[in-house]
């Protein structure tokens, strides 16, 4: 055997040793996580880093220079926390990871996540029976499964309309069951989910109650299908989060809502981050639909950022229909009337069917 090769079957033999030392470490990582994680704290610890890399370069005594030894270091430290989230993500009732098979919700017959679009309709708010009514015949004339409609109203100013509340559901149901649709609607406190429960089919969770935890949790005891909506301001792990503390609960039927986030943008309501959907549903096993109402807040956008859920991969749309938004109680500027909701109806099936 050669110099060379002798020189060489040594550096293959310390490769074998570094991958041993640094599975070693990562075993090490992980328990460093758990334990983290029961004790909720942050994973990454920049002043601990700092530590272990000033350790590590004061005992160098090269060739390599420290900053190339720091550099070294810092991917493996990169990697740890990595693995670490990784742990985490695999750990999750709604990961992709724990389930790789999509959730399929029945409701109605409206089967969502099995691959075809769905749609949510109906006004932001149920202001009376009428209203409701014409909104359910419109709705059931597009063959549509699911009525939406709002009985308790967060909003921003406490001088706005607040809904009608249990009357709301009341309403709501009577002009559903007349068209056999199901209802979709907001709870926001825990303690009318029971009350609820007669009159929907869909507990709707709003946005401004992503991170309201009572409230996850008592739809989480209940046996009914959830609708989450992303918070205005929240990343997509606090999102999954939300979901996973109602899932945690018992109740693995969850759709989630990408709703729009707040940006500095002024041309629309909230700025939709249309990448969030095929995110959710890789890292999810949940259906996903997006909210192109508040999204946007305008009626004119309804139509092409729906046809962009839909090509991105979306497994519905929840868009707003009113019979005379001019007079509607709440956000009359993003709900459509009942013609422009035929047409946008029309042209999504147009789209739906070119796409196939």
């Known amino acids: ?199 929907v089919d869909v507990i709707q969770i709003g946005a401004r109650n992503m991170q309201n935890f009572e409230l996850l949790k008592a739809a989480g005891d209940v046996n009914k299908p959830v609708l989450l909506k992303r918070g205005l301001s929240a990343t997509i792990s606090e999102f999954i989060n939300a979901a996973e503390y109602i899932i945690s609960r018992g109740n693995e039927n969850i759709i989630l809502c990408e709703r729009g986030i707040r940006t500095y943008e002024k041309a629309t309501r909230n700025t939709l981050d249309i990448s969030a959907v095929p995110v959710l549903k890789q890292e999810t096993h949940l259906p996903v639909m997006v909210d192109v109402t508040h999204s946007t807040g305008r009626r004119d956008l309804l139509l092409p950022t729906a046809k962009a859920a839909i090509a991105i991969g979306a497994d519905g749309v929840m868009a707003e229909v009113h019979p005379d938004p001019a007079v509607a109680l709440s956000d009359s500027a993003q709900q459509m009337d009942i013609p422009t909701f035929n047409q946008f109806m029309e042209e999504i099936v147009d789209m739906s069917n070119r796409m196939k």
């Open 1 to 199: 055997m050669s110099e060379l090769d002798q020189v060489r079957d040594h550096l293959d033999q310390v490769n074998q040793d570094i991958l041993k030392l640094i599975n070693e470490r990562a075993k090490l990582v992980q328990q460093i996580g758990d334990i983290k994680a029961k004790q909720s704290i942050n994973r990454f610890d920049p002043v601990r880093e700092r530590d272990m890399l000033d350790k590590i370069t004061s005992s160098n005594d090269g060739p390599f220079e420290n900053a190339t030894i720091e550099h070294i270091f810092k991917e493996i430290f990169k990697a740890s926390l990595e693995l670490q989230e990784d742990d985490h993500r695999k750990a999750l009732l709604v990961s992709r990871k724990k389930k790789p098979e999509n959730t399929v919700i029945d409701i109605n017959g409206a089967n969502i996540g099995d691959g075809s679009v769905h749609f949510i309709m109906g006004p932001c708010a149920v202001e009376g029976y009428e209203q409701v009514a014409s909104v359910a015949k419109a709705v059931k004339d597009k063959g549509l499964k699911l009525l939406r409609g709002g009985a308790f109203k967060p909003r921003t100013s406490p001088y706005d309309f607040q809904g009608l509340g249990l009357e709301g559901l009341q309403l709501l149901k009577r002009a559903a069951d007349e068209h056999d649709l199901a209802v979709v609607s907001e709870i926001v406190n825990p303690a009318h989910i029971e009350k609820a429960l007669d009159y």
